[in-house]
């Protein structure tokens, strides 16, 4: 059977919707995309993506596909909707039930994007995305940094964080980025409507190698999910919920408490000695395809 492309689906975000009318007028011309990659002057690969819905729409395209269409701006018009949705639209449905939830409670083996400064999440953006032009890391790190506002400003949600000490083994940025992190988490735990609480390697083995996260929302249901470097899985099932509620009330308890997590933070930052430097952000705004 010949593989069939997976349709993007119009309904779901303004940028499925910019997919989806790529795709359509390329399909009623008969045009393969290799076709349209030659008239647009574009790649292949960027506008299978972009007819995804999965891929930030690239500087220049809108332009192009509205000259070799003829569609009059259409593209143009379409383009300030798009490029509003910064997370990729796999993320799209956790984050809007994050948003809503009244408690969340989250491992990661890395810093987490609620408590990461505006310096380290550049640095582990370009670290995570390193064929990422520099204007879509920045958009990145303007999304990463918006959603810390309902935390930081609000007490309707109670947030619950599991930090692996792996998390701060690794130096993003050299010293002074790493400083600047540890001093905010210091921060951030002193919120009343946040915990922080340190896995540390002495504790040995455990469950999980990737983050794991529990939302709770103002209805009572529960929804777990599962996030690695590239791909995140949701589960609604009551069976699903229960076994990674417990694995999280494991590590928790492997965890040190909230008092000894700030006591080891501060050494931590104590320590710091000289690291190497974060890459520059000097990449052209062309996303590589």
């Known amino acids: ?39 647009a002057l574009s790649s292949i690969a960027t506008l299978s993506r972009v007819e995804s819905g999965d891929y930030r729409v690239p500087e220049g395209l809108s332009e192009q596909l509205d000259r ?10 379409l383009l300030p909707l798009a490029r509003r949705e910064n997370h990729p639209a796999k993320y799209q449905g956790i984050l809007s039930l994050a948003d809503r939830a009244l408690i969340d409670e989250s491992y990661s083996p890395n810093v987490h994007g609620l408590l990461q400064t505006e310096s380290f999440a550049r640095c582990a953006l370009q670290a995570g ?3 990422t032009s ?25 947030y619950w964080f599991i930090l692996d000490e792996g998390a701060f083994a690794r130096a993003y940025g050299g010293p002074e980025v790493m400083a600047g992190q540890l001093r ?14 340190l ?9 999980e190698t990737a983050s794991l996260g529990l ?35 494991l590590l928790r ?29 000097s990449r052209s705004a062309s996303p590589v395809a």
């Open 129 to 131: 995305l390193p064929f």
């Open 134 to 158: 520099g204007e879509e890391v920045e958009e990145r790190v303007r999304a990463r940094l918006g959603r810390q506002v309902r935390m930081r400003n609000s007490q309707e949600c109670q």
């Open 68 to 77: 070799v269409f003829e569609t009059g701006g259409h593209f143009m018009r």
């Open 253 to 281: 308890a492997q965890a040190l408490a909230p008092r000894d997590t700030g006591l080891v933070v501060r050494s931590m930052l104590e320590g710091i000695t000289a690291d190497a430097p974060c890459p520059s952000v």
């Open 199 to 207: 896995l540390p390697y002495a504790a040995g083995g455990h469950s």
């Open 1 to 39: 059977m010949a593989f069939q492309k997976r349709r993007p689906d119009p309904t779901l975000s303004a940028r499925h919707f910019y997919g989806s009318e790529v795709l359509r007028l390329r399909e009623e011309r008969g045009w393969p995309l290799s076709r349209l990659a030659t008239e």
């Open 184 to 197: 905010a988490i210091l921060d951030v735990a002193e919120l009343p409507n946040v915990t922080v609480q």
């Open 215 to 249: 939302l709770t929302l103002a209805d009572g249901k529960r929804v777990a999910y599962e996030e690695s470097s590239r791909t995140g899985t949701v589960f609604e099932g009551a069976r699903d919920v229960k076994e990674r509620e417990a694995l999280y009330n």
